[in-house]
């Protein structure tokens, strides 16, 4: 059992969850800058309910903003795994933590989804 | 001769409950070594400071220790270029402490066996050597010139929170013989390398590459290993 619990996430070894993370880097520097420049800068600085529902009724808005949350919530999630195996060696505590940060990311994810595909326009 | 005061790490698990430093005050000529010091201070001062030296030209790294903060070699920092009054002198740090400046290796040790710091090739030897172009031989840089003196893998935060990690110099081995166009063991080495404890720990905060004394980049190979494997995978 505790050879198990010692080998939890470490089966593909890291390189997976490595390119993944750069790749939702990059993602999510287009996506932020998409992001502000919607939202902050063309409508004037003017952000209210009815401009951005207005917007996120758009079907490929919601396809941005989905794909924006999906990368910035595997990113700050594997960040968080990564600061979870550099810092806890006790197997138990390891699977407990890396466990319950996966579970916060998909409910967040979940969660935003939700809203996303949820929002109509006014 | 102008007089500096040294700093000292003192620790005997044998009969001291907790580490302290001592102060010395030494007449230092033009151009002394911290290695010199610490000879001084053993020869004709306390008998009972412990350090590791052997070859006195940078060459064996046995004698790398932490000096005002930075992991280096003792027998290749000039006093005179030091300004900072006093010198501190520590052991590596993420090590065990044996006595005063001596540490425990065997962690350094492990590691590198991990990743096989030899060449793998399993084709029949040719009559003579196996020959490399230049262009081939730049591939490695000058990874071949690490002396195995750990003054990098001491110096990173990744190894001091996970005494198994691989760490800078048995990562820069691994780089040095992945990127040998003669060497055919990267299947071999891969399990040790794509691990939890392996490249993925690295997080390019280049600590290692400011301590090492013979100015060679770990970072910048870990880099390019990272890049390799995951090619490898892909």
């Excluded at chain 1, 550099?86 to 890396?98: E, G, I, K």
């Excluded at chain 2, 000096?67 to 005179?80: F, K, P, S, T």
């Excluded at chain 2, 501190?88 to 065990?96: A, Q, S, T």
């Excluded at chain 2, 060449?119 to 690490?146: H, K, T, V, Y």
Aim: glycine residues 6%.
């Amino acid at each position: 059992m505790n050879q198990l619990l010692k080998q939890f996430g470490t089966q593909s070894g890291g390189s997976t969850a490595w390119i993944w993370q750069r790749i939702t880097g990059l993602v999510l520097v287009i996506a932020l800058f998409l992001h502000y420049l919607f939202l902050h800068f063309l409508n004037g600085g003017n952000v209210t309910y009815g401009e951005v529902s207005g917007r996120l009724a758009m079907p490929l808005w919601k396809t941005i903003d989905i794909t924006f949350l999906t990368a910035a919530l595997y990113h700050s999630v594997q960040g968080v795994i990564m600061n979870i195996h550099d810092y806890v060696h006790r197997a138990m505590l390891r699977v407990t933590l890396v466990s319950i940060t996966w579970v916060v990311g998909l409910i967040l994810w979940i969660t935003g989804i939700a809203t996303v595909i949820a929002i109509k326009s006014l | 001769m102008a007089k500096r005061t040294f700093k000292i790490f003192r620790f005997n698990p044998e009969t001291d409950e907790k580490p302290s430093y001592k102060t010395y005050e030494i007449d230092v000529q033009p151009a002394w070594t911290i290695l010199d010091v610490l000879n001084e201070i053993k020869w004709f001062q306390d008998g009972t400071l412990t350090y590791r030296r052997s070859c006195r030209h940078g060459i064996c790294g046995s004698c790398a220790m932490m000096v005002n903060g930075i992991n280096n070699l003792a027998c290749e920092l000039q006093i005179a270029t030091m300004k900072k009054d006093p010198i501190v002198i520590d052991p590596l740090p993420g090590f065990e402490i044996y006595k005063d400046l001596a540490v425990n290796m065997d962690p350094f040790y492990e590691a590198l066996k991990r990743v096989k710091p030899w060449l793998i090739n399993n084709d029949p030897a040719p009559s003579r050597e196996r020959l490399q172009s230049q262009e081939e031989f730049a591939l490695m840089g000058n990874s071949i010139a690490c002396i195995l003196c750990a003054a990098c893998t001491s110096s990173c935060p990744s190894f001091w929170t996970d005494g198994e990690y691989l760490g800078p110099a048995a990562l820069l081995k691994a780089f040095r013989y992945t990127f040998d166009t003669r060497d055919h063991g990267l299947d071999q080495r891969i399990e040790a390398l794509d691990n939890k404890h392996g490249l993925w720990r690295c997080h390019k905060i280049t600590n290692c590459f400011t301590a090492c004394p013979k100015n060679l980049n770990p970072t910048e190979a870990i880099s390019k290993l990272q890049k390799r494997i995951v090619e490898e995978k892909l």
